[in-house]
Structures are given as structure tokens and as C-alpha cells.
RNA sequence: GGGUAGAUGGCCGAGUGGCUAAAGGCGACAGACUGUAAAUCUGUUCUCUUCGGAGUACGGAGGUUCGAAUCCUUCUCUACCCA
């Protein structure tokens, strides 16, 4: 199986120009993708075009990281019903500095290789073009009315907020970026999410019209969880690769609990199993779909490629804790499993209040568990409280030395996913 | 520059003087069922609360009124039409 095809079968191309196969097929080409510096750290999102540029290295061609220095000072319009807030420099840079940390460790930068990761910074050539040059030398290829016809900018026009000179000047300059990278890096592919379609079509346009060449592209498709809810968000939000933002528990989590119908779809895109042993899985899977296999070789997979296998076995031990054997009474637990639940998020708590006794709706606002006690006591109304596993029936009921583990630790617990250690000091 | 229609809770969208913290839908959270699944059903969803209430809120500012999301003035923004 070539590249293109590998690509296909994995349901990671959406539009493909005519000739990248073949592109492909002839040498070793060069391919870039940008990332945006938008935070200081990647969100599951960008795994997809992270593993494009993977894959691609694996099949012996040359990947290049961009991240956008430049281009992220002027916002990409795409996907986007509205204008962008302007990042300042100093939050650009930390931005930067993050995205170039993770990017580091996916791709082979051993320079020894001649298929060696390259990143480069879009700032790094853009810094020198001034306003004159860009319009006379880039400006002049493309005409607006080409610029206009591109989706993103015509729903932005039709759009209620209409568009800024600035982002509708954006594509020229992502479109640049690829005209810089074929002329200095001969680089003839560019890949993204499809909804980067329009702005990597104006750059192989300009390369074709500025210097006669021909340019390739490809993008994947956007991802969207089988319940049309936007992909890579959970209820606390992004899911970020920076552990220090999305622990590796959560990062776990997010993974095994996936749908069978999204796991079917995102096992052969996160995963670089072949596809005789996915089908193999998807058929272990049908037949007894409780044991969840799918999800569980997807979530261990991503987890060690993303955090390592250190982090994967941590957050598989707090699993196993906390939601194997359900029935077992929380004071089975011991010290070290307490204390080992790596991800689990703890709160400190003054052991003269448990002494005195406290009513479970301060406990619950105190600790900061729930963020008020008007919550607090709509959630145990709900029933959606269980201390030390098992679930609390009152709103009156009383925290005290009675409740403990190990004379100092009670486990909480929000819903069935959201557990919390509160540590008695 | 002239005219017309708009701006309501995370989003969509009803409401045109008191019965409105504001219908309905979506989303989100929780419960039941299950497999930490889906579908379905139920509850919650401005903030705080001693669960009795209290406070803030229908683009901004000011006004009329016992009482305004609703009426008036003005400003800002958006769409459409005319120049």
C-alpha cells in the first residue's frame, strides 16, 4: 500500500489534488503543515495533522512543521463565523515556544536522515517583507475576485459580521508561505484539515503563477464525535497534549470513553495498527462489544504516543481503582492506592471541621469540589454525589472522623466519571 | 448621505406595560437503563442562599410609569434597500 492509499483506507483524505499520488509514488517530496500558535499548547485536534506528517516521514518523505509566528498575528479566518481577537507578542511567543516543544517530539529531527522533521517559522521570512513588496510581488497573482470565491471569506462576506481587510488578506500570506517553502525547500505538498482547502489551493496557485511550478495538496477531514458535538471537547473543555493542562488520566479517559461508533473511525486514524489486525479488533469488538476492546487499545495506543508508556500505566492503575470492581467498598483502597491516583484531582481539607462534623453541602462548596453550595446541594439532589463510593441520599447527612479512609482520606465523587480525593490535613 | 428592519440567557428563538428569571428547541451537567457505549426516559441549567428567599439581567446611557425586555429619547453595532 502506497502513502495515498495507507491514507485512504485510514479515512484521513478528504480533497486530494490530482497528481499527489503519483508525486508520491516518484521520490521523496517535501510536505508541509502549519499549526496556528492560538495556545500555548496543541489540542487533540492537531493530533490528525501531527500523524499526517508521521506518516509521511514513515513513507520516507521529508516533513516540515510551520508553526504560524507570523500568519498568527493576523488570525485565519476559516471555520469561523467572526473576527478574530489580535494575540499580543508576548502571548504569541509563549504560544510559539509551547507548539514547538510538542511538535519535537512526534517527528524524527535526526538531521543524519535525509528525510529528516524540519519546523520552520513563517516570522522568520515574513519579518523582512515590507507592505510595498508583498503587494507588488504576491499581491499582484491573485485576484480578489479568486480570494472572494474561496468558502471561508464568502460565508465571512454573507456573514452577519462581515470580514476585516486583515483576515481576508490572510490566505495570500499562508498562500506565501508555501510559494517561500517550494522556492527555498522544494517543498511540493501541502496537507491540513479540509478546512484549509481554500488557503492551500491560493498557495499552489501563486507557486504556479509566480514560478511556473506545480504544487500538491491534500487535506483530512475535520473530526466530529458521532453526536455532532464538536470534537476534542469534554466538559472541562479542550483536550490538551501539555499534561499539565489535561492530565494523562483525563487524556486516557477521554479515549476509552468514546462511542463504538467513533472508536470504529478513530482507531485507524489514531493508531498505527495495520488493517488486518483493526479488522480483527472491530470483529472482536462486535462480538462482545462490553468489553470494549476498541476503546481500550485506542486509549492505551494515543496515550503512550502522546505521554509514554510511564503515564499510560498510571492512568490504567487510577482506572482500575476507581471503576473496577465497582461493588468493592472504598475502604478497600489502601493507603498507596489513595495516594497513587495520578490525575485524580485532590483538595486539602482541615481536619478540626471533620473532627466538629460538617454538613456534606459545605464539605462540598469548601473543598471547592462544587463551586457553591447552591450547586452542591442541586448536584446531591440530584443524586449525583457518592462519598467513599456510595452514593449520598441526604442533603443533610454530616461529614465526620466516621467517614475517613485511613483516618485521613474521603473519596468524592461527581457522576460516575469525576472522581476527587479530598486529603485531611 | 437617506430609508427600513433588527440587537433577548452558552447558542437558536418566543415574548410587545404587571401573571416574566423570561415559552420552546439545541447544547451542557446529573439520574435511571447499560458496557465508564448508543438510543430512550427523568431532573437541573443567571449568581448567591440559612431553600423561606435575596441580588443582577433582555445591545449602552438616560427618561415616562406605582410598575418596562416591552413605551419615549439618544448612542453603538448588524442586515437590507436607495444615493
Known sequence: MNLVEELRWRGMIQDIMPGTEEQLNKEM??????????????????????????????????????VGGATGMIGDPSGRSDERNLLNEEQLNKNLDGIK?????????????????????????????????????????????????????????????????????????????FYWLYQ?????LQMGG???????????????????????????????KSDGGKFGKTEQGNVWLDPEKTHAFKFYQFWLTATDEDAKKWIKIFTFLGKGEIDELITAHEKDASQRILQKTLAKAITIFVHGEDEYLKATETTEKIFANKTA?????????????????????????????????????????????????K???????????????????????????????????????????????
Open 29 to 66: 517530496t517535501a510536505a508541509y503543515i502549519g499549526f496556528d500558535p492560538t495556545a500555548d499548547s496543541l489540542h487533540i485536534g492537531s493530533l490528525v495533522p501531527i500523524l499526517l506528517l508521521v506518516h509521511l516521514q514513515r513513507a520516507g518523505h521529508k516533513p516540515f512543521a510551520l
Open 101 to 177: 516543544k510538542q511538535l519535537s517530539r512526534y517527528l524524527d529531527f535526526d538531521t543524519v536522515k535525509p528525510n529528516a522533521a524540519v519546523m520552520v517559522n513563517n516570522y522568520d521570512w515574513f519579518k523582512g517583507i515590507s507592505f510595498i513588496d508583498f503587494l507588488r510581488d504576491t499581491g499582484k497573482h491573485i485576484t480578489v475576485n479568486y480570494m472572494m470565491a474561496k468558502d471561508s471569506v464568502k460565508k465571512r462576506i454573507e456573514g452577519e459580521t462581515g470580514i476585516s481587510y486583515t483576515e481576508f488578506a490572510y490566505q495570500l500570506m499562508q498562500g506565501y508561505d
Open 184 to 188: 527555498h525547500h522544494n517543498c511540493k
Open 194 to 224: 479540509s478546512d484549509q482547502w481554500g488557503n492551500i489551493t491560493t498557495g499552489t496557485e501563486l507557486i504556479r503563477r509566480k514560478a511556473g511550478g506545480q504544487a500538491f495538496a491534500f487535506t483530512c477531514p475535520l473530526l466530529t
Open 329 to 377: 467498598p472504598a475502604e478497600s483502597l489502601s493507603v498507596e492506592d489513595l495516594e497513587g491516583m495520578e490525575g485524580v484531582e485532590k483538595f486539602d481539607f482541615p481536619r478540626t471541621k471533620i473532627k466538629e462534623g460538617i454538613d456534606i453541602v459545605s464539605f462540598l462548596a469548601e473543598t471547592g469540589i462544587l463551586a457553591s453550595k447552591g450547586e452542591a446541594r
Open 379 to 425: 448536584m446531591l439532589q440530584n443524586g449525583g454525589i457518592s462519598i467513599n463510593r456510595i452514593k449520598v441520599d441526604s442533603v443533610q447527612e454530616i461529614i465526620n472522623e466516621s467517614k475517613l479512609l485511613h483516618q485521613q482520606y474521603i473519596l468524592v465523587q461527581k457522576g460516575r466519571r469525576n472522581p476527587y480525593l479530598v486529603k485531611i490535613a
